[in-house]
């Protein structure tokens, strides 16, 4: 998977772009969106009190090996 058009240098890490579908029965991390360079994160969690938010840090801290946050995003 190449993440080149979703990744970048940010500060002391990286910023990764990503497109989340929340209360998914198939979770887990697919591929970079073509159209809008971000990688697609499904998750079970639904997106309330940052549940969604919490299971893709760890999907992403798992897949990456390095820990990975949520620093903004559409509500």
């Given at each position: 998977m190449d993440l080149s058009k979703c990744l970048r240098p940010s500060g002391?890490?990286?910023?990764l772009d990503i497109i989340v579908t929340p209360n998914s029965t198939t979770p887990g991390i697919q591929d970079v969106d073509p159209w809008r360079h971000r990688l697609v994160v499904k998750v079970r969690a639904p997106p309330e009190?940052?549940?969604?938010?919490?299971?893709v840090e760890e999907l992403l801290t798992e897949a990456l090996?390095?820990?990975a946050t949520v620093s903004r995003?559409?509500?």
């Open positions: 002391d890490g990286a910023e009190g940052g549940r969604a938010n919490e299971e090996g390095a820990r995003g559409h509500t």
